[in-house]
């Protein structure tokens, strides 16, 4: 898993100190593996080919090249490592001579061969540092880009409902629906009209023979 970064900005590898510079590279482990796949290979290879192969070649020879294209490589790591470490550039270059100089020369076995652990660790966590930055680097970029493009597709907004069609729509109960007509009351019969009875319905009234006499 990648170390989250700030979307606004990334900080460099050279901006970094020693401490946060390891951490980083722990923090990522995928980065870590493979800075230390190329920074182990290197110095491996210098070692190996400075005590096997450099005293009978010579220098002016193809391994004599790889023996100063690996210190090469190695050298400018460590001498920025010595320099953010030690806050000296003459430290920091001392550094480089002693570490080099001991791995690919020194007949000492076990003085060589703690030297390189160190030089490979150095290699390990500076190259892995390196591509972290440039992997949340990238992510940055590419997150900025998909923002651009969206903002430049705008979501289309729904149309607004009116409230005739909100009455039209069939599904959806009126407000202004009719009301009920009332309920008739038949009134009560009055004096001089008792036992007369109307009826509407037939559209004739009917008069008791009481109320004829």
């Known amino acids: 898993m990648l170390e989250h970064a700030a979307p606004t900005m990334t900080a460099s590898n050279a901006d970094r100190d020693v401490v946060s510079q390891i951490k980083l590279a722990f923090a990522n482990p995928l980065p870590l593996v493979i800075g230390a796949l190329i920074g182990a290979l ?4 210098t070692y190996t080919v400075g005590h096997a192969e450099l005293d009978a070649a010579g220098w002016v020879s193809l391994p004599g090249a790889i023996v100063i294209g690996g210190c090469c490589f190695s050298a400018i790591t460590v001498y920025k490592w010595g320099r953010r470490a030690f806050d000296s550039a003459l430290k920091a270059v001392g550094f480089v001579i002693l570490s080099e100089g001991v791995m690919s020369f020194s007949h000492v076995a076990w003085l060589s061969l703690v030297v390189l652990g160190f030089l490979v660790a150095i290699n390990a966590v500076a190259n892995g540092a390196n591509l972290a930055i440039a992997h949340l680097d990238a992510e940055r970029r590419r997150m900025e880009a998909e923002v651009t493009v969206t903002a430049s597709f705008p979501v289309p907004l729904a149309p607004p409902v009116s409230s005739t069609d909100v009455t039209r729509d069939p599904e959806v109960p009126s407000i202004m629906a009719e009301r009920p007509a009332p309920k ?30």
């Not at 290197?42 to 290879?45: L, Q, R, S």
């Not at 008739?184 to 006499?213: C, D, E, F, H, Y």
């Open 42 to 45: 290197v110095p491996i290879a």
């Open 184 to 213: 008739k009351v038949a009134r009560k019969g009055t004096k001089g009209t008792k036992g007369i009875k109307m009826s509407r319905a037939r559209g004739r009234v009917s008069v008791s023979p009481s109320q004829l006499n």
